[in-house]
């Protein structure tokens, strides 16, 4: 299952409200999370990335808790993940993703993720 | 080896003339490509992605380019690539991508990639 | 009118400390969004399009909500904006912006945009 | 029918070795550009300043085109959506496709566009 | 010394657990900041300004901070900056920078930096 | 003078087709570009910066090329601009940058820059 569509807050208002676009929304996470060579998690990872690359705060930091809960992604993969966004998009985009990661892993719940 | 360094234009000029900043590319590639978990091809399907997401023609030319004959990346893995950056970053840069793409598959040398 | 200006809290400083950039912002914003043959409705919902393709949080909620204010502009139609949104930016800036309007909508003032 | 998503030289290639992909870029386009109240036109509009904001020249050229070509949208349209991406993005994304757009009005097949 | 590196919160870890990380985040600060013919608050007025155009508000702030408190950058100087930023990345990027910078001034500490 | 306004190809149409547009563009340019405490110079600086960390190349292009030409700025200058480049904005966007000026210092015009 690749359920990260609901972990958004407006998702399930979508959901009720504006039905083509959920099915939509599911659909497209179904089959770009669907490669034909590359696993789940990898696909995962490279999300993780190009999140960290692009976008807000709370999107690297959702993407980041479903991969750990989800798919047990560790620490250590996620820091190469950011090795590679330190290159191609800069530091400061790096030290927010970091800084997400590292207040994310004080939940004792992540705690096997380290 | 990761020399994709080398593969700029203006890289040999940063050589010759500021070597101090042609240092700190290497430097940079050595580091950020040496992840502790995950292995180089996986790091440079993620450089793939972000490029993808956020740069011009040029860079991801070269990052595909460097990845299927350096490591003999294969088309299917680069469209697993696209898949997430058509979920995360929209079409028109996923389209972009895949035009690409399939420009470079035309090089006969790339033969094995598809 | 078109007052977004005021909206923004570093604005009334500007207006005060350099009432030329204050000048070329009122300026920027009347002729931007005097169209010829578009209305200013139709050039605001492009305004909250290309912020939430691009901006952090908070000028999409102030754009969304000086439309939804100002112009009576509806959920159903910030939605086929953010449907663009989806197609043309990806998914993660698509839910960033549902959720800010969402959130947006339980302000009991806005309940006639629904 | 919005049918964009063939304008593109990667998509015959996705449609042949993808079909996945294919269909969901289909479905996207399908349901993005179907909106409730929003005419397509207007969509099309909001896609175009989506696109002078964030993306390459081939991308503008081509929705500035399609929507051209399909939709006879004018250049005056045109200009009030790019009157928003200099307010919105700056003076290099407007200067950008404001190019782009002029050359190609010198096509003429275009003439009554203008 | 060009010490921002330690500004961010997640910057101790990293020094921690990845020393490699570490190591290169500061050879990559040193040498970008060491220009042969800008001087290092030139450059910094510069980092301010890609910030500003392209970064969430922690990494704005951030740069405001340690330019004021090292290196003694006046407001009118980053109001400079802001200028530029109003010309080439459009009025969102410049209306949340102006709102960030009246906010940090509100520091008595920085009342100098008036 | 800060004549950039004139090196783009769409702006005489748009300064016959849409006067109000054109006077805007001049007056943005005029303010931003007067700063109260930078000089001219620095600000040309910093819009270069702004463009290599997101634009495309024509902007990047003809920002150096107006630097260089009408105020003298020197390839040691952009270099170290371009250094900011690649700290706060990844490699790919500092490669594609030196390579754009070293393609422009091969024009002998520019040789009083080197």
């Given at each position: 299952m690749k359920e990260e569509v609901f972990f958004s807050k407006g998702m399930p208002h979508i959901k009720k409200d504006y039905p083509d676009l959920y099915e939509?929304?599911?659909h497209l996470n179904d089959?770009?999370?669907?490669?034909?060579?590359?696993?789940?998690?990898?696909?995962?990872?490279?999300?993780?990335?190009?999140?960290?690359?692009?976008?807000?705060?709370?999107?690297i930091r959702k993407q980041m808790l479903s991969g750990m809960k989800e798919l047990g992604i560790k620490r250590d993969e996620i820091?190469?993940?950011l090795r590679v966004v330190l290159l191609t998009a800069g530091?400061?985009?790096f030290t927010k993703?970091?800084?997400i990661?590292?207040?994310?892993?004080?939940d004792p719940d992540?705690?096997?993720?380290?």
């Open positions: 939509i929304s599911v089959t770009c999370y669907t490669g034909k060579v590359l696993d789940y998690k990898t696909q995962k990872l490279i999300a993780i990335a190009v999140n960290a690359a692009a976008s807000d705060d709370r999107a820091i190469d993940v530091k400061p985009k993703a970091v800084a990661l590292y207040k994310l892993l004080e992540l705690a096997s993720c380290i």
